[in-house]
């Protein structure tokens, strides 16, 4: 089981806003089956880019 999330914006404030704020990232986050998560952030010249990368049982 897993999922993944992924952002590209102006910083990680608002991807997490994003994030929380999708139906569908917020379910990936919320999963109580996912109990590891990896965080990737790349900062790029227009912002950052997200990913996070989420397991569970």
């Known amino acids: 089981m897993?999922?993944?999330n992924i952002a590209k914006t102006s910083g990680t404030a608002r991807?997490?806003?994003l994030?929380?704020?999708s139906s569908?990232?917020?379910v990936n986050i919320l999963n109580a089956?996912?109990?590891t998560i990896?965080?990737?952030i790349v900062k790029t010249p227009h912002g950052v880019v997200v990913i996070q990368l989420i397991?569970?049982?």
């Open 15 to 17: 991807a997490h806003e």
């Open 38 to 40: 990896g965080i990737g």
């Open 33 to 35: 089956q996912h109990d």
């Open 2 to 4: 897993g999922a993944e």
């Open 19 to 21: 994030f929380m704020n």
């Open 55 to 57: 397991t569970g049982r």
């Open 24 to 26: 569908g990232h917020r």
